[in-house]
């Protein structure tokens, strides 16, 4: 048998072993969020995001809707104020998505409709 205050050191030294095992894991996943919000504010497709970091599709809308990110705001990256004021009058009017961000961005410019 060994002494109870070499099990006690043991216990003590996994416990503080195990507490930087969990911060580990915190940063992390903390950066493997950011990666995959990264990807998506940048305009990658749900499908390629899901196969580039190995998550699921369910687990991918989860994030984005806990990181308030919608197809609505990927599509406004990268819009000027006024392409945005035109996207969301788009949209209110019933504009898919990607035809709301390409209206907004022909009209905005000036192009002829």
Not at 10 to 16: F, K, L, N, Q, S
Not at 42 to 67: P, Q, T, V
Not at 77 to 101: D, H, M, N, Y
């Amino acid at each position: 048998m060994r002494p109870l205050d070499e099990i006690d050191a043991e216990i003590d030294a996994t416990a503080r072993r195990l507490k930087a095992l969990a911060a580990e894991r915190r940063r992390s996943t903390a950066a493997r969020q950011a990666a995959i919000l990264a990807d998506f504010d940048a305009g990658m497709a749900r499908r390629e995001i899901c196969a580039r970091h190995g998550i699921l599709f369910s687990s991918l809308g989860s994030l984005l809707w806990k990181s308030g990110r919608s197809a609505a705001t990927q599509a406004m990256a990268g819009l000027s104020p006024a392409e945005q004021a035109i996207f969301r009058q788009a949209r209110r009017a019933g504009a898919k998505v990607r035809t709301a961000r390409r209206m907004a961005q022909a009209l905005a410019s000036g192009a002829p409709p």
